[in-house]
Every structure is written in structure tokens, then in C-alpha cells.
């Protein structure tokens, strides 16, 4: 997900370095504000395309907020069910994290997962409490649905 062939894009689909996003949640984090990290995925034709954003929000003295993602497809043929895929997109986001951690160990993080909650009885809802275990066994907070923005809205909408 890191390596020099990867592309990172601004919200406004400009591609940015990845080490300037980076220096910015650097600065982020001085100004207490908290870094939002989710990942969503979609098929389309024999691709599995996963979206993982990075979200800058919460700042002080911030007015809205930022964000970046990176695109990657893998073949869909490696996702014969939903479970792969959604335990696939908690990793990106895990992975994403600790590299995160390991350049800023002062970030302030907040996982967000594109699933729903167990009650709901949905696709995903069977998955819940094990992939939220997943996310705080790593050492990061943990949202899902309906509070996971990163993951149910802004890298759902770049994973189409």
C-alpha cells in the first residue's frame, strides 16, 4: 500500500506524495485534532477495488476537514465471499494505521469499519464483533456503522 508505485489523491482527486500527507497529519496532531482511517471495497467487472482514506478532522480551530485516498484493485476471484473481502479492508486500514504509528506515534487514531452492527442482522453484522476485536487487539479505536465515516462514506464513494 506504501511503496513508490502507489498514488495518493486529495479529496479533490489531485495526487499528493505521500510523505506531504504525512507531514500534514504531523501538524494535525500538534493541533490536537484526530486522524480518521477507513478502507471500503467494490467489484467491478474481475476486480475487487479497495478505496482506504485518510481523514484529517477535529483540529483546533479547524473549519472542515481533509482527506486523501489511495486506490488498489486485486482480482475479484480472491474474494469468493463477503468475509474475505471485509477482513481484507480491516487489514489496509490496520496496516495503514501502524505504519502511521510507526512515523507519528503521538496520532491520535480512529479506525472505521464498513460494517454493520450485530443487531442488524445484515450482510456484514456477523463479522462485527470479531473484526471490531481485530481493530482493538491492534491497539486502535473503533468505530463502525453508522459512526464510520472514513470507511461507509468517503472511501466508499472512491471505491466505485
Known sequence: MLNSTTTWNTGSKNIIDYNTIILQIKEHSKQNGTVYIGTDSFFIKNKCIFA??????????????????IKTSLNKKQFPELSI??????EKTINLANHIVELIP???????LDISP???HEGTSHLA???VGYVKG????????PY????ASIADKHSK
Not at 485518510?54 to 483540529?59: E, K, N, Q, S
Not at 503521538?106 to 472505521?112: F, G, Q, R
Not at 491492534?138 to 456503522?145: A, P, Q, V
Open 129 to 131: 464483533k470479531m473484526l
Open 138 to 145: 491492534s491497539g486502535y479505536e473503533c468505530r463502525i456503522k
Open 85 to 90: 473481502r471485509i477482513i481484507k479492508e480491516a
Open 148 to 151: 464510520a465515516f472514513a470507511a
Open 52 to 69: 482506504t482514506a485518510i481523514c484529517l478532522y477535529g483540529a483546533d480551530k479547524q473549519k472542515g476537514g481533509r482527506y486523501f485516498y
Open 106 to 112: 503521538t496520532a491520535k487514531l480512529e479506525l472505521h
Open 118 to 120: 450485530q443487531e442488524n
